[in-house]
């Protein structure tokens, strides 16, 4: 770092010169002035280049580098000591994060465990199962019903009443952090509640906010914008505006309740940006960037994907790197595949979810056939160097079929006729069924919907199919041994089915995703151990692969070599680490499936099923079990 700063300040550049000259002058008598002022000479110009591309017209922009930086300077001095500890230590060690020994869980802290001192409380379960990164849905405050499950942020520095207050969430932080746990939290950054206090100032004329958010006198303008904007909720309201009481409109890309922020004023990247670094210093290592792809606002577009979205996430990221350096940020953008990755990188964001690999594990199950994911594997999975996928089974949100239409061409499957039989397979609407699913936003004209439900019941658990827990071990099993970040909706490893009584909840109604957010199933945890109930052969077939790969090399990173199997419905991928490589094969029919001997010409004569515990000799070819995974390495049982 210190190279890279005496590099920066040798070449002339009179602005930052002067911003850092200004900052120095409030502050440079600070006794954490020099580890700060280090870090700014290591990255400002990557802050600055990346904000002068969305205000650098402005005649303010410098005076605004100086109180952007200022309000980074007092989160600094804020910064507690053990952070700033683990700030040393991750940049030491920037590919921490890749390591074969994270394993992460989501869960809704009242749903889960009541309060923040409840999931303190779970802390021993946790360390069980083996959780390194716990994310925490969002527990600030918000206005209910109107939550949008937590997404509808009415506060980032106060947390719901019911959880505990923002000092309990600090001391779950901490807590979590002694125990190698990693906290998540959401940074909600593209729209705020409508009954924030920069929303409620924007009503009102308050002239700090009246351009916090986008509100137009008619519908002039949002009919302009409309022309080329996607409707996302419709069944919510009708386009991207919501109209007020007093007859203006409000952009709202999702919700009515959830106001649009305007980030084409400087003054709304500033604010967000002290909010960003408050949530930083309770002690969150990764923050999920929610709707990245929605931040920035152009007439005549789409308004999703722009160029300016990607500045704006490079400039937080940069801010981070001077002000609270171990900060990861996780991207959240269920779009086109091309789109997802470009989200990707160590200067943007280091891991993302995998939403094409989430869905494409669900086509898999319903059609039986790998093509799309083996094609996604080979073609779309390998990530820059530092960065990483998050791999999910299931969220909490809906499943949407993100595949690329030009992907499913080549293998004849017109994209949209094949995501109508997806949609009517996984709501029960195709004979022979074995999923359990809820249309969400469905679309009787169209046809077009998305799936709501748990992994359990998706998977056939829920009307007692016998391949339902060999289905769900086998889509844990490809996310614990694919590479990146595995990450359990918690109640998944108990098989948890879906929760049909959200209807008589007038919040929740209306909204089909809480059917697979239901409570904490302690009756199911209570089987966790027994091995002749569902809940025991989920738990202890996870927590088998969860142990194998801690000690396999050849998990660690997240490049993979995809291995045609040469069969329709068996995935094959090879890992390979410091002296070791790992082949994984897995069967997604309920009929048995043989690979020829051929396909294994290059293998050693005899691997060893680690899952299994069993040789096998691959050069006559392999035979798997309806649903069976398996991880074969070189080695005699």
């Known amino acids: 770092m210190e190279a890279e700063?005496?590099?920066?300040?040798?070449?002339?550049?009179?602005?930052?010169?002067?911003?850092?000259?200004?900052?120095?002058?409030r502050h440079g008598t600070h006794e954490h002035w020099p580890v700060f002022d280090a870090r700014l000479r290591a990255h400002v110009l990557d802050l600055r280049d990346e904000l002068s591309n969305l205000y650098g017209v402005r005649g303010d922009f410098e005076s605004f580098l100086v109180e952007l930086l200022d309000v980074a300077f007092k989160a600094w001095v804020e910064r507690p000591d053990d952070l700033k500890a683990r700030d040393a230590d991750h940049e030491a060690h920037p590919h921490w994060f890749e390591s074969r020994e994270m394993l992460g869980g989501v869960c809704y802290v009242d749903l889960y465990a009541g309060t923040f001192k409840g999931v303190e409380a779970q802390l021993p379960c946790f360390k069980e199962l083996g959780l390194t990164y716990l994310h925490l849905m969002p527990p600030f405050l918000c206005p209910e019903p109107h939550s949008d499950g937590g997404y509808a942020v009415s506060s980032y520095r106060a947390t719901k009443p019911s959880l505990g207050k923002i000092g309990d969430l600090r001391h779950l932080a901490t807590k979590l952090r002694k125990e190698g746990i990693s906290l998540v939290l959401d940074f909600?950054?593209?729209?705020?509640?409508?009954?924030?206090?920069?929303?409620?100032?924007?009503?009102?004329?308050?002239?700090?906010?009246?351009?916090?958010?986008?509100i137009f006198p008619d519908r002039a303008q949002p009919d302009a914008y409309?022309?080329?904007?996607?409707?996302?909720?419709?069944?919510?309201?009708?386009?991207?505006?919501?109209?007020?009481?007093?007859?203006?409109?409000?952009?709202?890309t999702f919700h009515s309740y959830q106001w649009d922020l305007n980030y084409s004023n400087p003054a709304v990247f500033e604010a967000m940006a002290g909010e960003m670094l408050f949530i930083a210093n309770l002690g969150v290592e990764f923050l999920r960037m929610d709707a990245v792809a929605f931040i920035w606002k152009q007439m005549g577009?789409?308004?999703?994907n722009l160029p300016q979205a990607h500045n704006l996430l490079r400039a937080y990221n940069a801010l981070a790197r001077i002000a609270a350096p171990s900060l990861m940020f996780k991207?959240?953008?269920?779009?086109?595949?091309?789109?997802?990755?470009?989200?990707?990188?160590?200067?943007?964001?280091?891991?993302?979810?995998?939403?094409?690999?989430?869905?494409?594990?669900?086509?898999?199950?319903?059609?039986?056939?790998?093509?799309?994911?083996?094609?996604?594997?080979?073609?779309?999975?390998?990530?820059?160097?530092?960065?990483?996928?998050?791999?999910?089974?299931r969220s909490h949100d809906d499943i949407g079929w993100t595949f690329a239409d030009e992907d499913a061409i080549h293998f004849g499957i017109n994209g949209f006729d094949h995501r109508q039989f997806l949609n009517r397979y996984f709501v029960n609407r195709f004979e022979g069924s074995f999923a359990r699913g809820v249309p969400f936003q469905d679309n009787p004209t169209t046809g077009d919907c998305r799936i709501s439900g748990t992994a359990a019941s998706l998977c056939g658990l829920e009307q007692h199919d016998p391949h339902a827990v060999a289905r769900l071990l086998l889509m844990y099993g490809v996310v614990?041994?694919?590479?990146?970040?595995?990450?359990?909706y918690l109640g998944d490893e108990v098989g948890t089915l879906n929760d049909p009584d959200y209807i008589n909840d007038p919040g929740k109604a209306g909204d089909s995703r809480w059917v697979h957010r239901p409570a904490r199933d302690a009756a199911r945890y209570a089987q966790r151990n027994d091995p002749t109930t569902d809940a025991g052969r989920i738990y202890h077939g996870l927590r088998r692969m969860i142990d194998l790969r801690k000690h396999l090399p050849a998990i660690d990173g997240g490049e993979l070599t995809s291995f045609w199997t040469h069969n329709p419905s068996v995935l094959g991928y090879l890992?390979?680490?410091?002296?070791?490589?790992?082949?994984?094969?897995?069967?997604?029919?309920?009929?048995?499936?043989?690979?020829?001997?051929?396909?294994f010409s290059a293998m050693p004569e005899?691997?060893?099923?680690?899952?299994?515990?069993?040789?096998?000799?691959?050069?006559q070819g392999i035979t798997l079990a309806p649903y069976q995974m398996v991880w074969l390495v070189e080695g005699k049982h």
């Not at 869905?359 to 390998?382: C, D, F, P």
């Not at 614990?480 to 595995?486: E, M, N, Q, T």
């Open 606 to 619: 005899t691997m060893l099923d680690l899952i299994g515990n069993s040789a096998h000799g691959v050069r």
């Open 575 to 599: 890992r390979e680490g410091d002296s070791s490589r790992l082949l994984v094969l897995g069967n997604f029919s309920e009929f048995e499936q043989t690979i020829a001997a051929p396909t």
């Open 188 to 214: 909600v950054f593209n729209h705020t509640s409508d009954e924030h206090d920069w929303a409620r100032g924007a009503l009102a004329g308050d002239p700090r906010y009246k351009d916090f958010f986008y």
């Open 5 to 25: 700063s005496k590099a920066l300040w040798k070449a002339p550049n009179r602005q930052l010169e002067r911003v850092r000259n200004a900052l120095e002058s």
């Open 480 to 488: 614990f041994s694919s590479g990146g970040i595995p990450l359990i």
């Open 301 to 304: 577009t789409s308004c999703e």
């Open 331 to 393: 991207s959240e953008a269920i779009v086109h595949p091309d789109d997802v990755v470009s989200y990707i990188s160590p200067e943007e964001c280091q891991v993302s979810y995998n939403p094409l690999q989430m869905a494409l594990l669900w086509n898999s199950l319903a059609t039986r056939e790998v093509n799309l994911l083996q094609q996604a594997l080979e073609h779309r999975h390998n990530l820059p160097d530092g960065a990483a996928w998050v791999n999910y089974v």
């Open 226 to 252: 409309e022309k080329t904007l996607r409707e996302i909720f419709p069944d919510e309201h009708p386009g991207a505006f919501s109209q007020l009481a007093d007859g203006r409109w409000v952009w709202t």
